[in-house]
């Protein structure tokens, strides 16, 4: 009875080491994509169909008042009619395929993501279509509205206090171990059940591993932006436009874009606006990234002192490397708050706080560039999940940014 039972063991280990060089292999294929390499290209968008098939292909539209007030055409990509919401559908979908198609996420695994709100609901708004679960972490200072969205989208929600990136229990990183958590569960199954089940490297239902998505580091974000959004804008302006603004957070969507319209004419002028707290501002515009309030020792909270949600960062992600820019903006939170009230005002949209910021911008860019310019920029998602603060008159009461202006007078102020 002793050999069948040492022949198991053999075949259990033998089992693991193979699957352990299975996921190696795997990561090191993915490692070695090109960064303009593609997986999935973007005529194949075509054969998507259900709700992936719904995402992108936005309306390009005109801002009015913006518009009427700097006598440039200010156009900007309604994101927020994305099924998830948000322009970060289109991440979901690039990083959810890139995934499958490697081999480092299979049906029925979870898909991990630590993430402040949006990137998080359109992994769990899409997640269900691929046959996949997702598990999502994000910090406890993110609008209570978000993970409520998540809960109702069937997502596992972890909320946990804001910490540096570098401290082991930053979202992000708590992320990550949750994926190698759902690794290490599969391999155990494994381990134990033998290798006569297993079908595609798991031998249930139950134990299909995890994927983490990684947004800020994994180049599908860029991807998405560089063969979806960026060849949309080009469509749709008819290849005139002179230039294009937008914040970053990972930088995917700044860089993809920026890096297409560049290569499609280097005469379109690329610009950044960031929000405060951020470094990227002094990285673009100096070559080093540095922020005052960390020179000052003034940081009043992780991960910078904005009320804004998604934007601005102070490291270097892998995406925003990416990006080929010509310069950038500072922009404040009393600018982006009265900002939405502005457009919400004059132009019937109700955006959200990264929306309100890249109108900032685009009024900055056009006000640089003078009159008769088409300048275009993203409305990323809508205010309707930045209830609980951006767009709550007594949160901003009590951080002094009550909205007050008549016109376009508070982008006067400097």
Not at 35 to 55: D, E, F, Y
């Amino acid at each position: 009875m002793a050999a069948p039972a040492k022949l198991i063991a053999i075949i259990a280990s033998l089992s693991l080491s193979l699957y352990s060089l299975y996921l190696l292999t795997n990561r090191r294929r993915a490692i070695s994509h090109s960064k303009h390499k593609t997986l999935i290209t973007h005529n194949n968008k075509s054969k998507r169909n259900g709700i992936v098939g719904a995402i992108g292909n936005t309306p390009l539209i005109r801002i009015n008042s913006l518009s009427d007030a700097t006598g440039c055409e200010i156009l900007a990509k309604a994101e927020f009619l994305n099924p998830g919401g948000s322009v970060k559908d289109r991440v979901a979908v690039k990083i959810i395929e890139e995934a499958l198609e490697s081999g480092q996420l299979l049906k029925g695994g979870v898909v991990t993501e630590g993430s402040a709100g949006s990137t998080a609901i359109s992994l769990a708004t899409v997640a269900p279509a691929y046959g996949c679960k997702c598990h999502v972490v994000i910090p406890d200072d993110a609008a209570i509205e978000k993970s409520e969205i998540l809960e109702a989208l069937g997502a596992t929600v972890e909320r946990v206090r804001p910490v540096s990136i570098t401290h082991k229990d930053h979202f992000v990183n708590i992320a990550r171990r949750r994926a190698l958590e759902a690794n290490k569960l599969a391999l155990q199954h494994i381990s134990l059940t033998g290798v006569e089940n297993v079908t595609n490297g798991y031998s249930s239902e139950k134990h299909k591993g995890g994927f983490f998505a990684d947004q800020f580091e994994n180049l599908a974000n860029y991807r998405a932006h560089y063969e979806g959004t960026g060849p949309e804008i080009w469509e749709q302006t008819g290849g005139k436009l002179h230039a294009f603004i937008a914040a970053a957070g990972t930088g995917g969507t700044v860089a993809g874009v920026s890096r297409f319209l560049k290569e499609k004419d280097p005469g379109i002028k690329c610009f950044l606006v960031d929000p405060p707290g951020s470094g990227l501002f002094n990285k673009v515009t100096r070559g080093v990234m540095y922020t005052k309030e960390e020179a000052e020792g003034k940081r009043l909270k992780n991960p910078f002192d904005t009320i804004t949600e998604g934007i601005g960062i102070n490291r270097l992600t892998e995406n925003f490397k990416m990006a080929q820019l010509d310069g950038a903006f500072k922009g404040t939170d009393i600018e982006a708050v009265e900002m939405s009230r502005f457009l919400l005002k004059n132009d019937g949209l109700f955006i959200g706080s990264s929306s309100a910021m890249n109108c900032v911008g685009a009024v900055r860019l056009a006000r640089l560039l003078g009159p008769g310019h088409t300048i275009v920029t993203i409305l990323c998602d809508s205010g309707m999940r930045h209830l609980s603060k951006f767009c709550n008159p007594e949160y901003l009461s009590q951080h002094g940014l009550t909205p007050s202006a008549k016109a376009l007078e508070f982008l006067d102020c400097r």
